[in-house]
C-alpha cells in the first residue's frame, strides 16, 4: 500500500487528483488506521466534487465509526441532499436512520427507515432496519413482519449482499423466542445455520455477533483482518455487526491498527 500513498500523494502535489482518486485515498488510509489522512482524503473529495453524494456518505459512516455522531449526521444529511436518484436517497436515507438507532433515538430512526422505504420500496435494507427499531422497542410483530418483507422481497438475494438472509433469519428467531413461538424460532435457527454452514469464516463471525457470542465473533474478526480478508470498512457497514456496536472489544477492533 505504501507505493499507492506515496503516487496519491505526488498526484496531490501537482493538483492532478480527482474526486474519484480522493476517495479511495480515504477509505485505503481508513484502512491503515491513518485517520487524519482519511479526513482529509475525504474533505478533498468533497471540495473536488461537492455534489458527490457518496463522499458525503461514506465521510459520515468513517465518523460513525470513531463515535463522533456530532460530524456524522451532518455529513449523511448532505449525502441525502445531494443524492439525485431515489435509490441512492433511499440508501443514505437509511444510513441515517442507523446512526439515530445507535444513539437509541428510536423515533427518528423509525421515521428515516420509513421514509428510505418510501423512496425505494424494494431496497432490503431499509426493511430490515426498521425491524432492528421496531425489536428494540418491542414492538416484535411489526418487527417481524418488516423481515418478512425483506425476506420475500428477494428470497434468494444477491451475490454482493450474501449476508442479509443470515441478518433476517436470526433476528426472526429473536422476536419469535420473545414471543414464545419456538416452533417458529426453531425454523429460522435451522435456516441460519444452513446459511452459516454455506459461507465462509465472515459470515461464522456474523452468526456469533447476532447471537451474542461476541468474544467469538472478535476473534474471528481479528483473524480476517489481520489477513487482509475483510476491511473495516466492511465490519462497520455490515448490518450482522451491529450488535455489537456497544461492546468496547470490537470497537477497539475497529480502532486498531493491527
Known amino acids: 500500500m505504501g507505493n499507492a500513498f506515496t503516487f496519491y500523494q505526488q498526484v496531490v502535489s501537482r493538483g492532478l487528483a480527482t474526486s ?11 484502512e491503515d488506521f491513518e485517520l487524519d489522512k482519511s479526513i482529509q482524503a475525504y474533505e478533498y473529495a468533497i471540495a473536488s466534487k461537492p455534489n458527490w453524494h457518496a463522499a458525503y456518505n461514506d465521510f ?19 449525502a441525502i441532499e445531494k443524492s439525485e436518484y431515489n435509490v441512492f436517497k433511499a440508501f ?14 428510536y423515533e427518528d430512526a423509525e421515521q428515516k ?13 431499509p426493511h430490515i432496519s426498521l425491524g432492528h427499531t ?29 449476508f442479509l438472509p443470515l441478518t433476517i433469519h436470526v433476528s426472526l428467531d429473536a422476536c419469535y423466542k420473545k414471543n414464545n413461538n419456538f416452533s417458529a424460532c426453531n425454523e429460522h ?23 451474542g457470542e461476541f468474544d467469538i465473533a472478535i476473534d474471528i474478526l481479528r ?7 475483510i476491511s473495516r470498512k466492511q465490519m462497520v457497514n455490515d448490518p450482522n455487526l451491529e450488535f455489537m456496536n456497544d461492546f468496547p472489544p470490537f470497537l477497539q477492533l475497529l480502532q486498531s491498527n493491527t
Open 223 to 229: 483473524d480476517l483482518l489481520d489477513k487482509k480478508i
Open 189 to 211: 435457527m435451522k435456516k441460519a445455520q444452513a446459511l452459516l454452514n454455506s459461507k465462509d469464516d465472515y459470515s461464522s463471525a456474523s452468526f456469533y455477533s447476532v447471537q
Open 134 to 162: 421496531w425489536a428494540l422497542t418491542g414492538r416484535l410483530s411489526e418487527a417481524i413482519q418488516q423481515y418478512q418483507i425483506a425476506l420475500n422481497e428477494n428470497p434468494n438475494f444477491l451475490a454482493d449482499i450474501v
Open 92 to 105: 443514505c436515507t437509511n444510513n441515517l436512520g442507523v446512526l439515530y438507532r445507535d444513539l437509541a433515538q
Open 60 to 78: 459520515g459512516l468513517l465518523y460513525r465509526s470513531m463515535g463522533e455522531y456530532d460530524k456524522a449526521i451532518p455529513l449523511i444529511e448532505l
Open 20 to 30: 474519484a482518486l480522493h476517495h479511495v485515498a480515504a477509505e485505503a488510509y481508513y
Open 113 to 125: 427507515a420509513l421514509e428510505a422505504i418510501n423512496l425505494n420500496p424494494k431496497a432490503l435494507l
